[in-house]
Structure formats: C-alpha cells, structure tokens
C-alpha cells in the first residue's frame, strides 16, 4: 500500500513536501518514483529513486524538484520548490523492483495528491 500526502494549493513560486509511506513490502529494495497528471493529459514521470539512491528527473523538474526517500520510515518524499502554474497536477507515489521513466514500468501505485499552484 502507498499513501501519499502533502499536496496543497500554494501559490507561484512556493514550495511543497509530498510524502509517501509505503507498507506491504520490503520497501527498501525496491524502486521508487513520483509521477503527475494533469486534467486532460496522460501520466508523466517526475522523478525516480532508486534502491541505491540514484536519482532521475523530468527535464521540467530538474533543479526544483528534490526526491529522497527515508528506508527506516518507509518513505519517500518530493521536495518541490520554484512552484509553477503548469506543475498543478495530481502527483501519484509508484514502487518496482526497477526503476522506470514511465507509468507501465510500475505496478505498485498510491492514490494521488492534488498539487495546485495558482
């Protein structure tokens, strides 16, 4: 199970920490990532972690956007910064063995947090 949180309305320019807590299994071998949808477009990967901690983002995110995970709470985070209109989306927690940069590469998925920025 993957329950995410911190999603909010915050105006331009502001920041926001998302966080999934992640249960059900051996969390800390497993890929994690954030991907967002906007109404009317398909889901798009925002960043990933990996079991190691390599990380990887979205052309859109870098230098904004932070992913980290904590393997001893069973979570991850996103630290978003430089808020933007057009990152107003529902932001969506993933799990995998292996790290993708789209959708179909996990099966494992939260239910989302709305993120608005206005």
């Known amino acids: 199970q993957l329950v995410e949180s911190g999603g909010g309305l915050v105006q331009p320019g502001g920041s926001l920490r998302l966080s999934c807590v992640v249960s059900g299994f051996t969390y800390s071998g497993y890929c994690m990532g954030w991907f967002r949808q906007a109404p009317g477009e398909s889901r798009k990967g925002v960043a990933t972690?990996?079991?190691?901690?390599?990380?990887d983002y979205a052309d859109s995110v870098k230098g904004r956007f932070t992913i980290s995970r904590d393997n001893a709470k069973n979570t991850v985070y996103l630290q978003m910064n430089s808020l933007k209109p057009e990152d107003t989306a529902m932001y969506y927690c993933?799990?995998?063995?292996?790290?993708?940069?789209?959708?179909?590469?996990?099966?494992?998925w939260g239910q989302g947090t709305q993120v608005t920025v206005s």
């Open positions: 993933a799990a995998d063995s292996f790290c993708s940069a789209v959708p179909a590469g996990f099966r494992y």
């Open positions: 972690i990996d079991s190691n901690g390599a990380t």
